[in-house]
């Protein structure tokens, strides 16, 4: 019979971990996909029972992501996504603009054609479904960080990437908000247009400016609509 290294057996420590781990990522596409909401209270017993696993991997990972201002402990130990006030919303708008407007100048000029080809993809089906009578909120949730990503991911810089997917935790939810309340509008989608036409050309100027618009149209609405605190 064969025998397994040490690094193929999996322990119960190892199991417990790799659960544990599961269960954050899953949390986090919770976070930045529309999934939950600024102010939604969580419960570890029913995130539990939604993802068919124990208390103890979910309170690791709900621990992780209030370490990382993701979710918040309230005074009376109660766990729920955090609601920005206008101040902190601000401020992680402009630092959006910095980082993101980095990636994006980056991207244009380095992009393969295979890169901007999904790019492409994923503009034009967040436009398909956002053309569409009644569009699906989920979706386009879905679609608009795939395609935001998807133009990131295209400036090879691993370390600003990590940096703006922590931003997107503490983002992300009041940005599907916006998306909630603007699914008539196609604002959003003049932007991205923008940016494919960007990548396109390879115009990084223009890639920064038109992802500045896309955020600080975004930020304009949520801001407007006064569900930050003061």
Do not use: C
Not at 172 to 194: C, E, F, M, S
Not at 206 to 212: I, Q, S, T
Request: avoid cysteine.
């Amino acid at each position: 019979m064969k025998t397994l290294s040490p690094e193929f057996i999996i322990t119960p420590e190892t199991e417990r971990v790799t659960m544990g781990q599961d269960v954050y990522l899953q949390l986090k596409t919770w976070l930045t996909m529309g999934h939950l909401m600024p102010g939604e209270a969580l419960s570890l017993r029913n995130i539990s029972h939604a993802l068919g696993v124990s208390v103890m991997p979910v309170r690791g990972a709900v621990h992780r992501l209030v370490a990382e201002h993701a979710l918040e402990m309230t005074p009376q130990k109660a766990i729920r996504v955090p609601i920005l006030t206008i101040a902190e919303f601000q401020e992680l708008t402009n630092i959006r603009i910095a980082l993101e407007g980095m990636a994006v100048s980056i991207a244009a000029k380095s992009r393969t054609e295979a890169e901007l080809k999904i790019v492409q993809k994923n503009q034009k089906l967040f436009s398909l479904e956002m053309d569409k009578k009644n569009p699906k909120t989920r979706i386009l949730i879905e679609q608009n960080r795939h395609f935001h990503f998807s133009a990131y991911r295209a400036a090879h810089k691993e370390l600003l990437m990590q940096m703006i997917e922590t931003l997107w935790l503490r983002i992300g939810p009041i940005l599907n908000y916006d998306l909630h309340k603007r699914t008539p509008q196609t604002v959003a989608g003049l932007h991205h247009d923008g940016l494919v036409e960007a990548f396109e050309t390879k115009d990084s100027r223009l890639a920064k400016k038109n992802l500045e618009n896309d955020i600080l149209s975004a930020a304009e609405f949520i801001i407007s609509e006064k569900i930050l605190v003061s």
